[in-house]
């Protein structure tokens, strides 16, 4: 299902739900840990896909 969220500067940002909804793997996309099969996620403005992660010396993508 497609999912969109837009977190202003100092903002605090909570993910609620029931059991299995995705929270968690949420999460693991945009850490890295989760492979991504559509879609894409950005944080400060740069896009979270493995070939920007790949580009940007901030992000040190963690492996399981």
Do not use: C
């Amino acid at each position: 299902d497609r999912v969109s969220y837009a977190i202003d500067n100092n903002q605090l940002f909570v993910i609620l739900g029931h059991n299995g909804v995705g929270k968690s793997t949420t999460f693991n996309m945009l850490t890295g840990l989760t492979h991504v099969t559509d879609g894409d996620a950005k944080i400060f403005g740069l896009s979270m896909s493995p070939q920007t992660r790949a580009r940007n010396s901030f992000w040190t993508p963690l492996e399981s």
